[in-house]
């Protein structure tokens, strides 16, 4: 074979390598794109699943949302000394309550009196605007309690408005009692976390406290897809 067949050759052997590698990448690529499509759908719960996992979650829990005045330094911090004085006035009142319709009648006769403690304190703090509590239904996005996710969706809610409402709200689940839970543990405690369980289903106490998980769990299988890619 003379040099100018064996420089065609290996040319086309070069170009065929180039191929190859470019072929070998978008099959890859493609495999990698199905894989990922399909553990999401088995990973993710369907929109109509996850709608009915909310609604049943929210039938058995009323949230509790403190609103500031504002979002300055002074109107959050007395936020948050009435949110303390709040909880501490409902806790004996709710504390042993095992039924949502029980928790909400009592919530509904104790909302002058919340708005009574809000207003006694704004005053003492030298503040002149009010606070208003109410007992209604709305939407909220997700929200994360410690290692427990409330999913999107509509909730009652029990709202205590300070002043304008325009701040920043500190929010907490009052049934079951989760409000009397210390704020900085980083974990739900196990006797409220059986609580929930008694009153919500087992798919239902697994959505709230799987999310995290079921997205980390689909984030580093998707790591090792491409990691295993990247290998071949």
């Known amino acids: 074979m003379n040099h100018h067949n064996i420089y065609s050759a290996l040319a086309i052997h070069k170009k065929w390598n180039y191929k190859s590698y470019i072929y070998c990448g978008f099959f890859s690529f493609s495999v990698l794109l199905v894989l990922f499509t399909l553990l999401l759908f088995k990973a993710l719960p369907s929109d109509a699943r996850k709608d009915n996992l909310q609604k049943g979650i929210a039938s058995e829990i009323i949230r509790f949302h403190v609103i500031g005045n504002s979002d300055s330094a002074e109107d959050q911090a007395l936020k948050l000394v009435i949110k303390g004085a709040l909880t501490d006035a409902l806790r004996p009142k709710l504390e ?20 009574t403690v809000a207003n ?113």
């Open 96 to 115: 042993h309550v095992k039924n949502i319709n029980e928790a909400r009648s009592i919530l509904n006769n104790n909302l002058d009196e919340m708005e």
């Open 120 to 232: 006694r304190i704004i005053k003492e703090n030298g503040y002149d605007y009010t606070a208003k509590a109410t007992i209604e239904k709305g939407y909220f996005p997700l929200k994360v309690y410690g290692d427990l996710s409330l999913p999107p969706g509509e909730y009652e809610a029990v709202r205590v408005e300070l002043g304008a409402a325009a701040g920043q709200n500190w929010w907490c689940i009052m049934f079951p009692p989760l409000c009397f839970v210390d704020s900085t543990y980083s974990v739900v405690p196990k006797s409220s976390k059986e609580e929930l369980k008694y009153l919500l289903t087992d798919e239902e106490y697994k959505a709230v406290f799987s999310n995290r998980d079921t997205k980390i769990k689909v984030k580093f299988k998707i790591l090792s897809m491409i990691k295993d890619a990247m290998k071949d």
